[in-house]
């Protein structure tokens, strides 16, 4: 790996996308008006932007600098209740990568789910229902480096949700994790249709991050005023 490649020039802030996987995140913050970088430990042929292979900590330690915000998304399966249950053991990213974000001096945002809601600071939950997308997929988003979330109203969940794995009837809402069926409706759902099974089941829908992308381009744009 070159760390030339994501040396793009553009007028849009750049941002790094760490633990990427096939780029929901980066979607969203794209839509919201960055240059994104992905970072990934595996190929991602998926991503829809350039994408870097390498190692999330060392890479965000040298090269967090060079960009103008961060987004990281550490291995969730640590602290998922599927893997638990499985007995499966999966390495604890979130404080490693807290602290490499913390070393550049940029703003960031870390997500992960439910079960890292202890190793997790104030963060902000964010629902489909906020976005109106028909599935509920909680995800947890805490920020650093200057730069804070106020979490939008949380609707009601009326409607029913289909069992992990299990047919989505019409009207209910999908969980899409696991070996779940219907990759198409998740797609649509999701908003993701570059997509396979792999990357659905693991990935932050474009809303969530497009909504927190909004809110970061705007404290980036105001904190370069106050320093001109």
């Known amino acids: 790996m070159t760390h030339h490649a994501f ?6 802030p750049r941002l790094l996308d760490a633990y990427g996987c ?5 979607k969203g913050y794209d839509d919201a008006g960055f240059d994104v970088t992905g970072l990934d430990l595996h190929p991602q042929p998926r991503y829809p932007f350039t994408c870097i292979q390498g190692d999330a900590v060392a890479f965000i330690r040298e090269h967090g600098a060079e ?3 961060i987004h990281a998304s550490p291995p969730c399966q640590h602290d998922s209740d599927c893997q638990r249950l499985q007995g499966r053991d999966h390495p604890d990213l ?3 990568t807290r602290a490499a974000l913390e070393s550049t001096g940029r703003p ?5 789910v439910k079960g890292a809601l202890p190793k997790l600071r104030e963060p902000v939950m964010l629902c489909g229902a906020m976005f109106g997308l028909q599935t509920y997929r909680h995800r947890y988003f805490e920020t650093g480096g200057g730069f804070t979330l ?8 009326a409607a029913p949700q289909a069992k992990m794995g299990r047919p989505v009837p019409a009207g209910w809402y999908g969980q899409f994790v696991g070996n779940f069926s219907g990759v198409d409706l998740a797609r649509r759902v999701m908003g993701v249709p570059w997509m396979n099974r792999d990357g659905i089941r693991e990935c932050i829908p474009p809303a969530y991050s ?12 105001l904190s370069l005023e106050v320093a001109a």
Do not use: K, Y
């Open 7 to 12: 040396l793009r020039r553009s007028r849009r």
């Open 22 to 26: 096939q780029g929901g995140a980066g």
């Open 67 to 69: 960009f103008d915000a």
């Open 94 to 96: 979130i404080a490693p």
């Open 108 to 112: 960031w945002v870390m997500e992960n």
């Open 150 to 157: 106020t979490a939008p109203s949380h609707p009601a969940h």
């Open 210 to 221: 497009a909504w927190i992308g909004a809110q970061l381009l705007t404290s980036i744009t």
